[in-house]
């Protein structure tokens, strides 16, 4: 029997289906963002900012985690980041909740906006 390349290929385009869109698409421009900022304590581990990152860009709606500078040896506490994220496709609470299960302590910070 003699099966031909192109209906191998074929037949293994038909069996992917794609569910939504890809992580590596951008978000467009136009879309509302808002920020967070936290105040964190970490698990204390080699790569603890490097966890907490990979937890929360899991979900679409996280675009971004800001971390400031780590000060010494102590650098898994007392962390700040700011997180930006979608509206349309993250509430603010369950930001704070996905960062409650990545982090040991979750503070949030009070912004004062700019008029």
């Not at 069996?15 to 136009?30: K, L, Q, R, W």
């Not at 698990?43 to 979900?59: G, I, T």
């Amino acid at each position: 029997m003699r099966v031909s390349l192109a209906g191998v290929m074929l037949l293994a385009g038909c069996s992917v289906s794609h569910v939504g869109p890809a992580f590596d698409t951008p978000i467009p421009a136009g879309e509302v963002r808002d920020s967070l900022e936290l105040k964190l304590t970490l698990e204390p581990r080699q790569d603890c900012e490097e966890s907490f990152d990979l937890a929360l860009y899991q979900h679409r709606g996280i675009e971004l985690i800001r971390w400031d500078r780590p000060q010494g040896p102590g650098r898994c506490e007392g962390r700040r980041a700011t997180i930006r994220y979608i509206p349309a496709r993250i509430q603010r609470a369950q930001v704070i909740r996905l960062c409650r299960t990545a982090a040991r302590q979750v503070e949030q910070v009070e912004q004062v906006r700019q008029p």
